[in-house]
Structure formats: C-alpha cells, structure tokens
C-alpha cells in the first residue's frame, strides 16, 4: 500500500543544517515528498541528489518555487537571503520554516511578517531548543511553579566555532552574508529560550568582541538582561572559542534551581536554604540526555503545525522578538549604554 504524499517540501540552501536536519526530516515522512532544493553551488548538488534521487536541484530558489508547486519550503541559506527568500516563498503560496535568525534587520523581519500574513500561511523559525528535551521539561517545571518565580536565568552555548567542521561554506565570518557572528549564531537561540522561559526581556545591555579567532565578526558576546516586570534578571554567554566545558542553562527561583547541563543532564535542586548559607540541597536527575528531540523531531513538528495538530510557538513574532534583543546587544555594544526593548 503507498501513502499519499499531501505535501511537497522544498529546502532553499542545502548545507549542513538543510542536510542534518531539514532534508531527512521531510524524507522521513510518509506524507511529504521532499520534491527540491535550490543552492548556488552546483558542486554540492550531486551528493544530495544521491541520497535523494527523486529530489530535482536547482540552482536558482526562484525557479524552484515557480516550477515545483510545493507547498512547504525550508530556508536554510547564510542570514542575509532569509527575508528574501522567504517572502518569496510566501507569494509562491508556501509554508516557511526559517532558519534563525529569521532576518537580519526589524525591517525585513515585519516584511516576512506581513508576507506569511498575506499568503495566509505559517512562519516558523527554527528555534529548536524548544523542541529539545531538557528545555521542555524545564518549561513544564516552571509551569507547574516547582521553583517558584524564577528570578534568574544564566544561558551559556558555545563551541569551537561554525567552521572549520560543521559549515559547508565560509560565510559565518563574512558579516556581509552573516550580518553578525556568534551572538547572531547562538545568541539568538540563547535569547529565545530567556523569552519563551521566562520573558519577554524589557531591557539589554551587552559586550562583544573578537577575542581568538582572525574574523571579521565577534567570535564571543556577553549580555545581560531585564524581564518586562523588572523582578527578573539573566545573563547570556555565547561563544565560538570554547574548549569542552558547560553548555546549557541555569535558572534560579526562590524555592529551588534547575540546572540543565546539556551534557551532562538535567536537575532540580531543591531542599533547604538558611541565611547565608546553602543548607541542604537535594538534586535530582530528572534526565540524563537533555538534548535529545530537537533536530529529529523538528520537521515532524513543522508539518504537524501545518496541519494544525500542533500549536505554532515559534514563530514569527518569537523571531522578530529575538531578532530585536540580539540587535539591541550589537547597540549596546558599540555605544555602551543599555538598551530598551520596544
Ligand atoms: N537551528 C539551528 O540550530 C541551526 C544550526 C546551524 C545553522 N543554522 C542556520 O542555518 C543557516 C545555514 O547554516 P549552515 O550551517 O547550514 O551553513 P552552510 O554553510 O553549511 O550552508 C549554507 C548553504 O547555503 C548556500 N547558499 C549560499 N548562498 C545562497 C543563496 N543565495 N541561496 C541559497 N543558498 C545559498 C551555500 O552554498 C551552502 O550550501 C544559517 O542561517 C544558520 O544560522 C541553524
């Protein structure tokens, strides 16, 4: 018996995120055909039309959306082309799911807004740690008030940077086609999760630099950050210098801690705390592989938003939310004053 394929998925930019993530998450489907991909580079053509044989490459996005009729498109090229091409994925009549960050200025990001508006169809940025187990859980934990009031969040991601290693080209270092690095890289997911745990931020204010790395952009940021009703603060370190060391998130509250150390798991503390003093913590792991989901489970995820199963959180407005505090800490590091948030 075959499946019906209800729908038929493009990929626009097919490098390492397109082929870890978005391509063999629309083949996995049952009821998705992942019909075509655009690149530029030709060269990188051949290795995925032999993993995906039934997939046609193009070299031109446009003349893959006017020719392919598809209904959902990834985008998933260098940050500069995100806007562009998604909102001509929305007059081609397509689903967008945008890779973060979703533009590079509020301008284009309203523009992908009004587009996904007009079209009538959905904008989801890919903010996959929300998919990822540890963060989940994390949010149910707050949700179910087992810390109380969260008046603290500490987020550090960082790893040796993009390339050489993961990218399949050199982009990340060119701010011409990056607009901004480590802090528009990871900073912009870190930003996310203090929004969607615990914001929205009502204020940034943040330090970049170039510190190792021969680039043009900053290869590590500091930020720090006010929540909207000013009783909560949170600080962000992201970095592509890093040598092994903690990757993940703290959050504090008044009646307990949850550290989700995304190597080593995640755990609650709780148990007693006396002036000056820590008491007696109690820690429990509630999950020793905090990363699972994410990646694997976010093109499902995407097409169960389509279809309407599932509700659409990232999205646009989380983008541009994202989008506005991460340009807020570029300000404020180049001007040194903090920045508050519209
Ligand atoms: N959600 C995540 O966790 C995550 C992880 C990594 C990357 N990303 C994002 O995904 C995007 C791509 O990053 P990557 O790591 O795959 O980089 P990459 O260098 O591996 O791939 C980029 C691809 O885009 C192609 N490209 C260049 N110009 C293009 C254009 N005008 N139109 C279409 N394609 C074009 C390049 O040829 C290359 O194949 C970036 O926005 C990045 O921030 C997200």
Not at 123 to 147: E, H, S, V, W
Not at 177 to 203: E, K, Q, T, V
Request: proline content about 4%.
């Amino acid at each position: 018996m075959t499946t019906e394929k209800r729908y038929r998925a493009g990929v626009i930019g097919a490098g390492a995120i397109a082929q870890t993530c978005h391509m063999p998450g629309y083949d996995a489907l049952d009821n998705v055909e992942f019909a075509a991909f655009a690149d530029p580079a030709e060269a990188r053509h051949k290795e995925i039309t032999d993993r995906y044989p039934n997939t046609r490459g193009y070299t031109d996005y446009k003349e893959m959306l006017s020719e392919e009729a598809l209904d959902a498109v990834s985008v998933c090229s260098p940050n500069v082309f995100h806007a562009e091409q998604a909102i001509a994925a929305f007059e081609a009549g397509c689903h967008v799911l945008c890779e973060k960050p979703m533009a590079v200025t509020l301008e284009e990001a309203d523009a992908m807004l009004a587009a996904s508006a007009k079209a009538n169809r959905n904008l989801m940025i890919a903010f996959t740690n929300r998919l990822t187990g540890g963060p989940l859980a994390c949010k149910q934990l707050l949700q179910d008030n087992c810390i109380g009031k969260p008046f603290m969040i500490r987020v550090r991601f960082a790893h040796g940077g993009p390339s050489p290693g993961w990218a399949k080209s050199h982009w990340f270092y060119n701010p011409e086609l990056s607009a901004g690095g480590a802090l528009f890289d990871m900073g912009i997911h870190a930003i996310d999760l203090c929004n969607w745990l615990i914001g929205p931020i009502h204020s940034v204010s943040a330090l970049t630099a170039t510190l190792i790395k021969d680039i043009e952009v900053e290869d590590n940021a500091l930020m720090q950050l006010e929540f909207k009703d000013k009783k909560a603060l949170g600080y962000i370190e992201v970095g592509w210098t890093s040598r092994p060391g903690f990757v993940g998130f703290e959050i504090y509250g008044p009646e307990g801690s949850i550290i989700c150390d995304y190597d080593r798991g995640l755990t609650l503390c709780s148990g007693t705390v006396t002036a000056g003093q820590d008491g007696e913590p109690e820690w429990t792991t509630l999950d020793r592989n905090p990363t699972k989901g994410g990646w694997d489970v976010q093109i499902t995820h995407w097409i169960d938003v389509i279809e309407g199963r599932e509700k659409l959180t990232m999205d646009g407005q989380a983008g541009r939310a994202a989008l506005e505090a991460a340009l807020a800490a570029y300000e404020s590091s180049k001007t040194g004053q903090r920045i508050t948030l519209a």
